[in-house]
T-cell receptor, first 110, second 116 residues
Framework: SQQGEEDPQALSIQEGENATMNCSYK?????LQWYRQNSGRGLVHLIL?????REKHSGRLRVTLDTSKKSSSLLITASRAADTASYFC??????????FGKGTTLSVSS | GAVVSQHPSWVICKSGTSVKIECRSL??????MFWYRQFPKQSLMLMAT?????????EQGVEKDKFLINHASLTLSTLTVTSAHPEDSSFYIC????????????FGPGTRLTVT
């Protein structure tokens, strides 16, 4: 089963630009997490935002959560070529498995 | 801390054979482990949830007789793909929840299965 839908499916930008990815989900959640995955590799946990939080920062990452709209966004500022990867949101409904969205493929060219 | 390993990292097998994938929590005890499957250019799809000492719970559409899951201890879960076919070729990823921190979930590095 899949909970979330990411938007856009693919994003191509130049180094130095900001990248914004959106995620929508369907049911109530305990928290929402963002992961990065380089091609053919495992997942890297980026950030977790709890349902009672509206915004969270970590380095060049900024995540927002709007539980009334059941949506979240991930902003990567000053993108680098090394940020090229697939990005997934995953929702946690309190103790069950994380359910992943379809992902956004980000390509950052130098 | 909170490291999850998978073995093997990649495996090639012939059609009709069975393959076992191990998922271990190296430095913590896991109440629950999860198995996901990821096809190329797609997202992770949850296959099953396993709790130590009890039968796994499979997601709709996942054949429990084909994907055998055993969770014999608080640090080890295994996924056996029985009578593998080329369409079973995929990236299999496990994750584990810590006994002490119920909402934290840690992912293994994944196992690439290719069935020829």
């Amino acid at each position: 089963s899949q909970q979330g839908e990411e938007d856009p499916q693919a994003l191509s930008i130049q180094e130095g630009e900001n990248a914004t990815m959106n995620c929508s989900y369907k049911t109530s959640i305990n928290n929402l997490q963002w992961y990065r995955q380089n091609s053919g590799r495992g997942l890297v946990h980026l950030i977790l935002i709890r349902s009672n939080e509206r915004e969270k920062h970590s380095g060049r990452l900024r995540v927002t959560l709007d539980t009334s709209k059941k949506s979240s966004s991930l902003l990567i500022t000053a993108s680098r070529a090394a940020d090229t990867a697939s990005y997934f949101c995953a929702t946690d409904q309190a103790g069950t498995a994380l359910i992943f969205g379809k992902g956004t493929t980000l390509s950052v060219s130098s | 801390g909170a490291v999850v390993s998978q073995h093997p990292s990649w495996v090639i097998c012939k059609s009709g054979t069975s393959v076992k994938i191990e998922c271990r929590s190296l430095d913590f005890q896991a109440t629950t482990m999860f198995w996901y499957r990821q096809f190329p250019k797609q997202s992770l799809m949850l296959m099953a949830t396993s709790n130590e000492g009890s039968k796994a719970t499979y997601e709709q559409g996942v054949e429990k007789d084909k994907f055998l899951i055993n969770h014999a201890s608080l640090t080890l879960s295994t996924l056996t793909v029985t009578s593998a076919h080329p369409e079973d070729s995929s990236f299999y990823i496990c994750s584990a929840r810590r006994l002490e921190a119920f909402y934290e979930q840690y992912f293994g590095p994944g196992t690439r299965l290719t069935v020829t």
